[in-house]
């Protein structure tokens, strides 16, 4: 895959920027109001309209801001916001008593719901619109909104994505594969984000990759942020966008900024404006990557951009495993790396590797196996943290806190029972596969 150019596909999510209400305005009201500006004495007038009317235009315009300015006929928001508008003028009527721009207000109102053919009686929108309608926060788009008929909408649905070690895989369907993927292959690749990842083979003779490069795109989203690329490489994870930057947009706060660099080896992003939030650590010489993001835009992608590991996995041809488990290879002497300058790497017999894995996982589900392959593949106790980490990432990240272990399968598709003896048989010949 390469650089993924920054578009935003016809039909995408993000709500089109809207009118400002007056401009909806009958022509005799506009003119009214601009009167009221000129006439002698409209200071006095104006400042009687704190009585509250324009509290109540400025909720209303903020609460419009996000339709669409070229709808016609009914539509559910706007006739929910102009009952809004209305119902808080009314409840001014006293102290405003008297006050043109009040007066030309609702006589604005009435109008409005007669072109919109909105009726009196209905929902309203929230009562805090600057919180319902922020367009750089994922949080505040229409899908965390209210339905029609005021009934409370779920809150949007999270899909989490992990790679690491040789590399191991874990998709947005909770899919666990182990590939080899050597060169560089796409991650995800939608309407508003791209992360490239780059393999390269981790021992001479094995199929088996590591991770030594990751690009990431967020590209342009509104006024929110323009496009920030990332990237990082073996020893070299910055804190910071190519462009130097550490944000995008110029809200308060950032829809996009990483948030720091731990010892040069943890990176945290946040993008408010797509709900998505990105883990990249380097462990030993290779670099993983997690990643939280809504499944509606996990899913906005053309029909070109089908070949995304984290949406459909690993093709067949580049996966090791097959099942759901990983066979652990035979390992009968050090596996050298890197090389006819490299040298001779510790061997770990299963017993060693799984009681190295054991220092820092206490379940052994697929993390705990994939750290005794990765041994048994590698030699690089490296492997252990990086198997370590991604498990963090998992419980840091991924929405539903009863999916966070993967456990391998049997024959027939069940969660297989934690036993030494389905470790030892189920994976004891996958240097059988690995180093074909």
Same mark, same amino acid.
């Given at each position: 895959?390469?650089?993924?150019?920054?578009?935003?596909?016809?039909?995408?999510?993000?709500?089109?920027?809207?009118?400002?209400?007056?401009?909806?305005? &009958? +022509?005799?009201?506009?003119?009214?109001?601009?009167?009221?500006?000129?006439?002698?004495?409209?200071?006095?007038?104006?400042?009687?309209?704190?009585? +509250?009317? $324009?509290?109540?235009?400025?909720?209303?315009?903020?609460?419009?801001?996000?339709?669409?300015?070229?709808?016609?006929?009914?539509?559910?928001?706007?006739?929910?916001?102009? %009952?809004?508008?209305?119902?808080?003028?009314?409840?001014?009527?006293?102290v405003c008593r008297g006050n043109l721009v009040?007066?030309?207000?609702?006589?604005?109102?009435?109008?409005?719901?007669?072109?919109?053919?909105?009726?009196?009686?209905?929902?309203?929108?929230? /009562?805090?619109?600057?919180?319902?309608?922020? %367009?750089?926060?994922?949080?505040?788009?229409?899908?965390?909104?209210?339905? $029609?008929?005021?009934?409370?909408? &779920?809150?949007?649905?999270?899909?989490?994505? +992990?790679?690491?070690?040789?590399?191991?895989?874990?998709?947005?369907?909770?899919?666990?594969?182990?590939?080899?993927?050597?060169?560089?292959?796409?991650?995800?690749?939608?309407?508003?984000?791209?992360?490239?990842?780059?393999?390269?083979? @981790?021992v001479p003779g094995s199929s088996a990759t590591? /991770?030594?490069?990751? !690009?990431?795109?967020?590209?342009?989203?509104?006024?929110?942020?323009? $496009?920030?690329?990332?990237?990082?490489?073996?020893?070299?994870?910055?804190?910071?966008?190519?462009?130097?930057?550490?944000?995008?947009?110029?809200?308060?706060?950032?829809?996009?900024?990483?948030?720091?660099?731990?010892?040069?080896?943890?990176?945290?992003?946040?993008?408010?404006?797509?709900?998505?939030?990105?883990? @990249?650590?380097?462990?030993?010489?290779?670099?993983?990557?997690?990643?939280?993001?809504?499944?509606?835009?996990?899913?906005?992608? $053309?029909?070109?951009?089908?070949?995304?590991?984290?949406?459909? +996995?690993?093709?067949?041809?580049?996966?090791?495993? @097959?099942?759901?488990?990983?066979?652990?290879?035979?390992?009968?002497?050090?596996?050298?790396?890197?090389?006819?300058?490299?040298?001779?790497? &510790?061997?770990?017999?299963?017993?060693?590797? !799984?009681?190295?894995?054991?220092?820092?996982?206490?379940?052994?589900?697929?993390?705990?196996?994939?750290?005794?392959?990765?041994?048994? /593949?590698?030699?690089?106790?490296?492997?252990?943290?990086?198997?370590?980490?991604?498990?963090?990432?998992?419980?840091?990240?991924?929405?539903?806190?009863?999916?966070?272990?993967?456990?391998?399968?049997?024959?027939?598709?069940?969660?297989?029972?934690?036993?030494?003896?389905?470790?030892?048989?189920?994976?004891?010949?996958?240097?059988?596969?690995?180093?074909?």
């Amino acid at each position: 895959m390469g650089s993924a150019a920054p578009s935003r596909a016809a039909g995408a999510e993000p709500p089109l920027a809207a009118p400002r209400p007056l401009r909806a305005l &009958p +022509g005799l009201l506009l003119l009214l109001l601009g009167l009221v500006v000129l006439l002698p004495g409209s200071g006095h007038c104006l400042r009687r309209a704190s009585c +509250g009317i $324009q509290k109540c235009t400025k909720d209303f315009v903020s609460r419009t801001s996000h339709l669409n300015a070229d709808l016609e006929g009914l539509d559910p928001e706007y006739c929910k916001a102009l %009952r809004a508008y209305s119902v808080c003028t009314s409840h001014n009527s006293k102290v405003c008593r008297g006050n043109l721009v009040y007066h030309s207000t609702v006589l604005g109102i009435s109008d409005l719901m007669a072109q919109r053919n909105c009726t009196k009686d209905g929902p309203t929108s929230s /009562t805090n619109p600057e919180m319902t309608h922020d %367009r750089c926060n994922y949080s505040g788009h229409t899908e965390a909104g209210e339905h $029609q008929g005021g009934e409370k909408a &779920p809150p949007p649905t999270y899909l989490f994505c +992990g790679l690491f070690g040789d590399p191991h895989l874990r998709t947005f369907k909770d899919h666990f594969q182990t590939c080899k993927v050597e060169g560089a292959w796409p991650l995800i690749d939608n309407n508003y984000l791209s992360v490239q990842v780059t393999n390269v083979p @981790v021992v001479p003779g094995s199929s088996a990759t590591a /991770t030594n490069k990751i !690009t990431i795109i967020f590209k342009s989203y509104q006024d929110c942020t323009d $496009q920030k690329v990332y990237q990082a490489v073996t020893d070299d994870l910055p804190a910071a966008f190519v462009d130097g930057t550490t944000s995008g947009g110029d809200g308060k706060p950032r829809s996009l900024r990483i948030l720091g660099n731990v010892s040069g080896k943890f990176v945290e992003m946040h993008a408010r404006h797509i709900g998505t939030t990105v883990h @990249v650590r380097q462990l030993g010489q290779y670099l993983t990557l997690a990643i939280r993001m809504p499944r509606k835009l996990a899913m906005a992608f $053309q029909d070109s951009q089908d070949l995304q590991l984290c949406v459909n +996995g690993c093709p067949s041809g580049e996966r090791i495993d @097959v099942r759901g488990h990983l066979p652990l290879p035979v390992v009968g002497k050090s596996l050298p790396r890197g090389g006819a300058a490299a040298h001779p790497r &510790p061997v770990y017999t299963l017993e060693t590797a !799984t009681t190295k894995c054991q220092e820092k996982m206490l379940v052994k589900d697929l993390y705990f196996d994939s750290c005794v392959f990765d041994l048994l /593949t590698t030699g690089d106790a490296n492997f252990t943290a990086a198997a370590h980490g991604a498990l963090q990432d998992v419980e840091a990240l991924h929405p539903r806190k009863e999916h966070w272990h993967i456990f391998p399968r049997s024959g027939g598709g069940t969660v297989g029972r934690d036993s030494k003896v389905f470790v030892s048989f189920g994976l004891v010949c996958l240097i059988l596969v690995a180093f074909l």
